[in-house]
């Protein structure tokens, strides 16, 4: 009688291996659209904050283009 896989232990290993790779390029793909997708929708409101906390445009000011950029 036949116990076992046709592969053995080496199509076990390159099934867990190929199983591995595959999982942590999905998972690297989904990190860097993420990422991405930060870095362009908020810059622009994330560097209006760190010109307020800078000191180098007032409350009015940022309010006002806070709401300019809002409304795009």
């Given at each position: 009688?036949?116990?076992?896989?046709?592969?053995?232990?080496g199509?076990?290993?390159?099934?867990?291996?190929?199983?591995?790779?595959?999982?942590?390029?999905?998972?690297?793909?989904?990190?860097?659209?993420?990422?991405?997708?930060?870095?362009?929708?908020?810059?622009?409101?994330?560097?209006?904050?760190?010109?307020?906390?800078?000191g180098?445009?007032?409350?009015?000011?940022?309010?006002?283009?806070?709401?300019?950029?809002?409304?795009?």
């Open positions: 009688m036949y116990y076992g896989t046709p592969m053995g232990w199509g076990f290993v390159v099934t867990t291996l190929g199983m591995t790779v595959f999982w942590s390029v999905l998972l690297t793909v989904v990190v860097l659209l993420v990422r991405r997708r930060d870095e362009h929708g908020g810059s622009a409101l994330r560097i209006l904050e760190e010109r307020l906390a800078r180098e445009i007032d409350t009015d000011e940022f309010d006002r283009v806070r709401k300019t950029l809002r409304s795009r």
